[in-house]
């Protein structure tokens, strides 16, 4: 009897963070990102769609770094990449990114883990547009981690971002 009932409660701990993930919600604005691939939450065949409303909604935060492409300290703000991650339950060990012209670049999703690898928005308090490698842009803090001012690192900061698929 006690093995039956801690198999049910074994069997119940094994689904419940599964079942436990809040659904989704639809965008209600326009789409500035979508996650797909390995991952236990969705709001659409594509897999799941964020507008900017619901991306901030999974908290901000800054990083102050210098980049490849711009001159001195600038100030980013955006949600983590590894808060939409956990929010769509993402598993494996590499996220694709694409952008909006269709660059690619693999990123290991143990960096996300890391370092605060940021999906940001805003440069120096102004919300980027495509104009100006937005409506997201992965940003490495370089200035945190001295690694991360390898040449190789460059190649992830994918600007114009559109789309995450999870590997």
Partial sequence: MRLGLALVVIAALAIGPASAVDPL????GPIILT??????VSNSEQGAQF?????????LSEVRTTTAWT???????????????QRVGASGSIVTATAIN????????????????????TMNGVQMEVR???????????EDHRELQEPQFN??????????NVQ
């Fill in 71 to 85: 001159d001195g300290l600038q100030a980013f703000e955006g949600v983590l990449l590894r808060d939409v991650l």
């Fill in 51 to 59: 507008d900017r409303e619901m991306l901030y909604a999974l908290g």
């Fill in 132 to 142: 100006d490698r937005g409506p997201l842009w992965i940003v490495y803090p370089r």
């Fill in 35 to 40: 996650v797909s691939g390995n991952i236990e």
């Fill in 155 to 164: 190649d992830r900061w994918v600007w114009q971002l559109r789309e995450i």
């Fill in 25 to 28: 919600p639809a965008p209600t």
């Fill in 102 to 121: 269709d660059y690619v670049a693999p990123i290991p999703i143990e960096e996300a883990a890391r370092y605060d690898v940021l999906l940001a928005a």
